[in-house]
């Protein structure tokens, strides 16, 4: 009964490779996001998607390319990864503004570490 | 635009006894939603309680009550009785409102929360 989850939840690369992360949420909510949480633990959001559509995309690198097939899932492909990249990502998501619930829900993360 | 802001890089507080984390916030908007999460050291980001601007009384959930002061822009954390699971990262949130159907949560720094026996 995840209500939000991401796979894989380690990752460990090497500079260059590409790779995906990949989530899922089954509570119906028609909003999703990715964040980043740097080594200092500070979140910042990355990209937020409504019902499969692009909503924001805060100047992210474009190595980093987002997916949403449907409005349950949201992938993040990484291109060409670099040391920087080293961090935990967040996904998570939340109902449509109109509900009147504005709480976003995380999955675990994702911890990727790029060698 | 909008910031959070917590002073506290840590804090410690004994078993069972109260404890408050600090958190202000600066925006223009009338409307704005305010967030509490928890990170344990397993990593997971736990949504803890939410503070709604035109909200007239202060949120609770069990031992978790948010403190807001609109005039201060302040949004304090309470926990009561402190039990050791609640040693943890705690960051206070803002939602940034964004355009169509979406927003964007700001956070703040983080507190790192001990309690001891």
């Known amino acids: 009964d995840t209500a939000v989850s991401q796979t894989p939840k380690y990752l460990v690369t090497q500079m260059g490779n590409d790779k995906s992360i990949k989530c899922e949420q089954n509570l119906g909510h028609d909003t999703m996001y990715w964040y980043k949480q740097d080594s200092k633990k500070f979140l910042k959001i990355m990209f937020s998607y409504n019902n499969k559509e692009l909503i924001i995309n805060e100047t992210v690198p474009n190595r980093f390319s987002p997916k949403s097939p449907d409005k349950a899932h949201l992938n993040l492909h990484i291109n060409s990864l670099e040391l920087g990249d080293s961090a935990v990502y967040f996904c998570?998501?939340?109902?449509?503004?109109?509900?009147?619930?504005?709480?976003?829900?995380f999955g675990p993360g994702t911890r990727l570490l790029v060698l | 635009a909008q910031k959070i802001t917590q002073t506290q890089p840590g804090m410690f507080v004994q078993e069972k006894e109260a404890v408050t984390l600090d958190c202000t916030y600066d925006?223009?908007?009338?409307?704005?939603?305010l967030f509490w999460y928890k990170q344990p050291s397993s990593g997971e980001m736990i949504f803890l309680i939410y503070?709604?601007?035109?909200?007239?009384q202060n949120a609770t959930e069990g031992r978790y009550s948010l403190n807001f002061q609109k005039a201060r822009k302040s949004a304090n954390l309470v926990i009561s009785a402190s039990q050791l699971g609640d040693s943890a990262m705690y960051f206070c949130?803002?939602?940034?409102?964004?355009?169509?159907?979406?927003?964007?949560?700001?956070f703040g720094t983080g507190t790192r929360l001990q309690v001891f026996p």
């Open positions: 503070q709604g601007s035109y909200d007239e």
């Open positions: 949130a803002m939602r940034d409102p964004g355009s169509y159907n979406t927003d964007k949560l700001i």
């Open positions: 998570a998501s939340s109902p449509n503004r109109e509900t009147g619930i504005e709480t976003q829900y």
């Open positions: 925006t223009s908007d009338q409307s704005y939603g």
